[in-house]
């Protein structure tokens, strides 16, 4: 189960992703306290979205992205999805579906940016040049503490999701 959950090809996580939904879903989402979790993460992630948006890192990224060579969001970058984050995606209300199908591009990129609420850890290392030089230091703090409360609560919730899973 560990190596299906994390280990196996990006298709394989996002089916397994979506067996556990079928078959825990409705369990996951009564468990005493998981609809505050879910709630508060929803909100920490939408407050990372606000400083990223008023950090301009939207248009930043999507400038990179543009160029030849690409941004950050690559196919070898969905490797770091795993079945776990993409199941609390589905606990979140995204519809997780691949986006694309060529080997450039993650397949959780849309055309406006990444489709998932919740993401890996190495997609919220928000430290490139152009985020670093063109912003204070006070503005990059925010940055770094509104990307931690979600990582730490995501992991928190992902916590109790496998051990209820693996309880099974
Ligand atoms: S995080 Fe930095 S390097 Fe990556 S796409 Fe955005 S601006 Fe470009
Ligand atoms: S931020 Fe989203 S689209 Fe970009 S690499 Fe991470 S999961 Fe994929």
Redesign the pocket.
């Known amino acids: 189960m560990i190596k299906e959950l994390y280990f196996s090809a990006v298709p394989q996580k996002l089916s397994c992703a979506r067996r556990l939904y079928e078959q825990y879903g409705t369990d996951l989402l009564a468990l005493p306290g998981m609809g505050d979790k879910l709630h508060h993460l929803e909100a920490l992630s939408q407050a990372l979205q606000g400083q990223m948006a008023c950090m301009t890192?939207f248009s930043?990224?999507r400038?990179?992205?543009e160029k030849a060579g690409g941004?950050?969001?690559s196919a070898y970058m969905a490797n770091e999805t795993d079945a776990l984050l993409l199941l609390l995606n589905m606990l979140l209300g995204v519809e997780v579906t691949s986006q694309r199908n060529d080997s450039f591009e993650c397949c959780y990129l849309g055309p406006q940016g990444c489709t998932l609420r919740v993401k890996p850890i190495f997609c919220l290392n928000?430290n490139?040049?152009?985020?670093l030089t063109g912003n204070e230091a006070a503005v990059l703090k925010n940055l770094e503490t509104a990307a931690s409360a979600v990582l730490v609560m995501q992991t928190a919730v992902e916590k109790i999701l496998l051990e209820h899973i693996l309880s099974r």
Do not use: K
């Open positions: 890192m930043l990224c400038a990179c992205a941004g950050c969001c928000y490139c040049h152009h985020i």
